[in-house]
């Protein structure tokens, strides 16, 4: 299948090129550079000139506290990219995916938040990304919007990915122990992209590895085990200690059980992907 993935130099997009690639794709990447999805007419031109059956929408603006100050940009990447490109699939017959987050939700359920659970987006981050999810909707009802949540992996910047570097250097973390979660390894993410196509599926899906809810406390304390750290590097503090200009949901743990009616296992336990990222790493 031929395949155009945009954001190409983001951590999910790398594992979904190598992926893709893997199992005998015909793959065209884009990065920012080369593609703005904002920018309608040129979304448009690039789907005349490639013609792509799928298409993976792996280009978002992810700083949750610049996008507190930088709105417009947010949006820009987060609402009208995925519309652009939603539009674009559905005038040129391209299956269509998009990767959404766990944000969407205010955090305060107690259980796991399914498919069906109402958005209530706290951060202009989060308000950004929902407002994607109904603008790629509205611009093609065969959407494929896929939530996930705490990725991590190779490539990553954020704390999750670092985490294996900064546990080696034996410098002391705190880390948040009152805000939950379900981690997600880009690699595992990536495939599930792909594994979403070809069935005729469209809307909403969570996409996260299983296993329980985890804390980044209980996260980073488990990968410090893992590579024979000293736990007492592990700091427990709480989510307000940090001060930060964005709101985040206390809970935005996820319930991806919508994949197993298009014949799709669950993604395996956290645990097991993070011991292979922590090799891979190590």
Known sequence: MKVMITGANGMVARAAISHCESIGDEVIAFTHADLDISDREKVFRLFEECRPEIVLNCAAYTD?????????????????????????????????????TDYVFDGTKEGFYTQDDEPDPQSVYAKSKYDGELRATAANDSSIIVRSGWIYGKHGTNFLSVLPDLLKQGRELRTIGDAYGTPTFASDLAVRLRELTGKNASGIFHATNSGPGVSYFEFASDAAALLGRDPQLIKNISQNDLLRPAARPYNSRLKCDRSELFGLAPLRDWRNALAEFLDIVS
């Not at 490109?85 to 299956?95: N, P, Q, R, T, V």
């Open 64 to 100: 949750v506290d610049g996008s507190e100050a930088n709105e417009q940009t947010a949006y820009a990447a987060n609402a009208a990219g995925p519309e652009n490109l939603a539009a674009a699939s559905k005038e040129f017959g391209s299956e269509f995916v998009t990767i959404s």
